[in-house]
């Protein structure tokens, strides 16, 4: 599989290679500049992706004003998404109530090659201020980019391979900023330059360094803090009267949340070669980053007169839990203009990393998790046929896991995927078509348990829009998704000091397979815009973790099961614009989004872990020439749809303001904003954090950002 792969990928670079030297000879000494053109959604080569699912796009002062330490936090504006938000150096986003393995984060189509699906305390190693377009990719056109996008994809695109020609020959971009719930100071800065007319050199980096977070009420739920309150009754009444005052100290703790500080950087260098024919570029970069990992107070009663806080028997070093993360990357991408024939463009994109974390448990040494991977892609895109166009192509991925150290919980392990797929997309006046299609093979191996599992699977989707009248088209599609089990959900059996748990897997888990369908209805106007989606899956054997109620060396089970589910739930945008006051558009909107997720047992349903409750946010904006201004209000019910062992979430309402300046007329290139976020300091928790009864959301935090562009 991997010598039909490389061989796959040397054909497209030697496809390349001619056009690029043919079109270089040809426009050798000219001065024009060539432009690859502007940055575009996921899937160029179809009209959009709205057949067969729903793209949200992130860039801009929307942007610089929601950019945090890590892309989960970055997006739970969007709709359909949470984030794990284990911690601030750790939060990968929630789609539709799916994470993990089943949602996928890329960068330019490519995975992150990082080890953040495998457990929520592992950081993503993008950097959003290295950033200046996100898309959020939902329903069932995901497929695209593989079966572990089942629940979505986040699609991060930055400048790291030069896509045009600066038209003044340098092109600079910088953002920076401070936040003051957590002292955050931010400062990202890239710069393209044009060493020749058709060759252009991109350098980058940004440096992130934050204090403790701060809590808007108490630091633990409410139930953590009963634990802790009768504990230091029980100290009273066996006369430990110091005990008891830490204990209860530590209860009614508030403000600083322990633990929580970080500290980020990053650097890149790329070259591109662009011209009429296509263009050829590489990248290399370097992510590292130090963060606390909080701990979750110890809330059993001491018999055995040990000190309070002792583990009990369990090894772990003194101090607390930090990581230590660092990636090298390399990246290459290639598009060659291949003429009016039956394919248009051909497309190339590999990239390989080389991951090392390090969690810490004070100043020792816990254990070291290493990863190595290599994934790519080459598409063919074909020209618009009367209405027909799409895409075919085939996907390889390879990856090295290993761990090392006391508390290894997952042994070493290769896992080897080829794909092959297609989209195709068919206008026939107001009726849209859209079809895909994938097929997989998955190989994963753990050599030291003398364990091999192989899984094939196919997956596909038809959608279909109709346009009810100018702007606005109803949609429906059906979809088939299949996805082999990761080698964390086979081979896991150990404790994860970092997430506090016994993690254990198991070795029989077979392919996850679902159906889905969704409808939608969207209308966009001038003065007017609205989306709405309701979606519906039916899994078979579809895998999870849960707490089992055991515990092994001090530590809470946590084990992966597999069971027939139904997850079902919507998303709704509108934005109208209400009226004009002065040079201002006044302009009002809402989202709203809602999971739900069952179990089927042998008795009644049972709910899955961690999924997000109901959420609506509406905002009013002043949309001005030079000025933009915008308050907000977000309420999140009450989560009491949990699994066993699992705690109940107390809903929340947010309330949040910003004003956006851009000081020169008649351009962009240069905005000041000021966010106030939380501005009543409320106690706020995301039901999908692990961490969430000891790690609540920021309070009140302002922050003020300066973005740059020339």
């Known amino acids: ?263 980020t950087w990053t650097a890149a260098g790329g070259l591109s070669l662009i011209n009429d024919g296509g263009q050829l570029g590489v990248s290399v970069s370097y992510y590292d980053t130090n963060y606390g990992v909080p701990d979750r107070p110890n809330t059993e009663h001491d018999h055995g007169g040990e000190e309070e806080g002792d583990d009990h028997g369990h090894e772990h070093g003194e101090g607390p839990v930090t990581i230590g993360m660092k990636q090298w990357r390399a990246d290459v991408r290639g598009e060659v203009e291949m003429g009016d024939g039956f394919f248009d463009k051909l497309r190339i994109r590999a990239g390989y990393a080389d991951y090392q974390h390090t969690e810490f448990e004070g100043d020792e040494v816990g254990t070291v998790f290493y990863n190595k991977g290599v994934e790519g892609r080459i598409e063919l895109a074909q020209n618009d046929r009367g209405g027909w166009r799409g895409a075919s192509g085939v996907q390889y991925s390879h990856r090295d896991f290993d761990a090392v150290g006391a508390e290894a919980f997952v042994p070493r392990n290769l896992t080897d995927q080829f794909a092959l797929f297609t989209l195709q997309e068919f206008t026939l006046g107001a009726l849209g078509l859209e079809a895909a299609a994938r097929y997989e093979t998955t190989d994963v191996r753990a050599p030291t348990l003398g364990i091999d599992r192989s899984f094939d699977s196919f997956s596909g989707a038809f ?113 109208a614009r209400l009226a004009q006051i002065g040079g201002f558009n006044i302009v009002g909107d809402v989202t709203a989004d809602m999971t739900r997720a069952t179990i089927k047992g042998a008795g009644a349903d049972r709910n899955v872990p961690r999924i997000p409750p109901l959420r609506v946010l509406g905002g009013l904006e002043a949309q001005g020439e030079r000025i933009d201004a915008r308050a907000e209000v977000e309420w999140t019910d009450d989560q009491n749809r949990i699994a066993a062992y699992e705690t109940p979430t107390k809903g929340f309402t947010l309330v949040n303001a910003s004003i956006t300046w851009r000081p020169l007329p008649d351009t962009k290139n240069l905005s000041l904003s000021l966010a106030a976020n939380n501005i009543f300091d409320v106690d706020a928790r995301r039901h999908a954090s692990f961490t969430k009864d000891y790690v609540p959301l920021a309070g009140r935090d302002i922050r003020l950002t300066a973005r740059a562009s020339f």
Do not use: C
């Open 1 to 263: 599989m991997r010598s039909f792969a490389s061989a796959a990928f040397s054909l497209g670079l030697v496809l390349a290679a001619p056009a690029f030297a043919q079109d270089q000879t040809a426009d050798a000494g000219q001065d024009d500049v060539h432009d690859a053109g502007p940055i575009v959604v996921t899937a160029p080569y179809v009209r959009s992706l709205d057949i067969l699912g729903n793209v949200s796009v992130v860039e801009g002062d929307e942007l610089a004003r929601d950019i945090r330490g890590q892309i989960g936090d970055t997006l739970t504006r969007q709709p359909g998404v949470s984030a794990t938000s284990f911690a601030p150096g750790a939060s990968r986003p929630v789609l539709r109530g799916f994470s993990g393995e089943r949602v996928r984060v890329l960068t330019d189509g490519i995975g992150s090659i990082d080890v953040s699906n495998t457990s929520a305390d592992h950081a993503v190693t993008i950097d959003p201020l290295t950033v200046e377009r996100i898309e959020v990719l939902r329903g069932p056109a995901v497929l695209l980019f593989g079966s572990q996008a089942i629940g979505g994809a986040v699609n991060l695109f930055d400048r790291r391979i030069p896509r045009k020609v600066p038209a003044d020959h340098v092109h600079i971009d910088a953002i920076g900023g401070y936040a003051t719930n957590a002292d955050d100071r931010n400062l990202g800065s890239s710069v393209d330059v044009a060493l020749a007319p058709n060759i252009v050199a991109h350098l980058d980096g940004s440096w992130r360094k934050t204090g403790d977070a701060r809590a808007g009420g108490y630091v633990y739920a409410p139930g953590i803090r009963s634990d802790l309150l009768h504990l230091a009754e029980h100290e009273v009444e066996d006369g430990h009267a110091d005990e008891a005052a830490e204990l209860t100290a530590q209860a009614n703790s508030r403000g600083k949340i322990a633990n929580t500080a970080s500290e």
């Open 463 to 575: 959608g279909a829009t109709y346009d009810v009248f100018e702007g606005a088209k109803i949609g429906v599609s059906v979809a088939r998704a299949v996805r082999a089990p990761s080698a964390e959900e086979l081979f896991s059996n150990g404790p994860h000091i970092a997430t506090q748990s016994f993690e254990v897997g198991d070795v029989n888990l077979k392919r996850e397979a679902s159906w889905g369908a969704e409808a939608s209805f969207k209308i966009k106007t001038d003065a007017f815009n609205l989306a709405l989606t309701g979606y519906s899956n039916w899994f078979d054997d579809f895998i999870y973790s849960a707490a089992t109620g055991a515990e092994e060396d001090e530590l809470p089970v946590f084990q992966y099961f597999q069971r027939d589910a139904k997850v079902w739930g919507f998303e709704a945008e509108a934005s």
